[in-house]
């Protein structure tokens, strides 16, 4: 286990009371069911990755990394969807993480993946969409609650939500949260936090390059090259280095993936080292 310098364990103290900050009316029992309803509403319209190396790779790392979250009252499940034209990751209430392979073919590195399995479980362990989902209902609920009708529109609310509160679009202070909290689970799990540096570039690289496969990311993700800047920020501030990269790793486990048309990556320039 890492041992963590004084300044570092600050920033992790700090995100973790982002918890007493935020509100929820509802309780984990509740949050596992609408989550087990919108998973079954989401998985009956999308198909899922049948390939068990590949699949098992992206839970070990999910495992791995949502094993460092504080929250562990529910279960993390991580699961691919298979369509190559969506470069996304999202999470659902509950503990459902779901990354699709047009994600998978762009990233090169386990510590990006590492990276984005960390962000989508700070969301569940920050219960952004039950909070969101409480702005949004939550009177209503109360109001039945005091007049003794809270189990009706409990069952109401069940039907009305669907997969839309995958796709549910945070706010740019839950991004903030999710990439700190984010930071900490990878670095923690013994991953180089660069692979978060990395991934969010992916990102503002393919805003330029490929901005049809990321549009359903960029609405749901707010600010990406302000987040580039945030993380760099954290990680010289608090001296976040070494680490895994599990680069051969990663691309040979998704060489077969990859070799069935995703678009090369970028290089980047390497800088010439000085005489």
Not at 8 to 30: D, H, K, P, W, Y
Not at 64 to 72: M, T
């Amino acid at each position: 286990m890492r041992k963590f310098r004084p300044a570092f364990l600050v920033l992790l103290m700090a995100a973790g009371c982002g918890s007493l900050r935020n509100f929820s009316i509802f309780t984990t029992e509740q949050e596992v069911e609408l989550g087990r309803r919108v998973s079954e509403e989401l998985e009956a319209e999308v198909e899922l990755l049948d390939d068990p190396a590949i699949v098992g790779y992206v839970q070990a790392i999910g495992a791995k990394v949502a094993a460092r979250a504080w929250r562990q009252d529910i279960t993390y499940e991580f699961k691919v969807i298979d369509d190559p034209e969506q470069a996304n990751a999202f999470a659902i209430p509950g503990g459902h993480i779901y990354i699709f392979t047009g994600l998978l073919i762009r990233m090169d590195s386990e510590m990006e993946l590492a990276a984005v399995l960390g962000h989508e479980a700070a969301h569940i362990a920050e219960r952004h969409s039950m909070e969101a989902l409480t702005r949004q209902v939550g009177l209503n609920l109360i109001l039945a609650a005091l007049t003794g009708e809270e189990a009706a529109a409990w069952q109401e609310l069940l039907a009305d939500v669907g997969t839309t509160l995958a796709f549910a679009k945070f706010s740019r202070q839950d991004e903030k949260e999710a990439d700190e909290l984010g930071l900490i689970f990878m670095y923690s799990a013994g991953y180089d936090p660069q692979g978060m540096v990395d991934l969010l570039e992916l990102f503002v690289e393919l805003a330029e390059r490929e901005l049809s496969v990321i549009e359903l990311w960029l609405s749901s993700h707010p600010g990406t090259k302000q987040r580039v800047k945030m993380v760099k920020d954290l990680i010289r501030e608090f001296n976040l280095y070494g680490g895994k990269t599990g680069k051969t790793e990663y691309l040979a486990v998704m060489k077969k993936l990859k070799a069935e048309g995703a678009p090369r990556r970028r290089v980047r320039p390497q800088p010439r080292p000085r005489p």
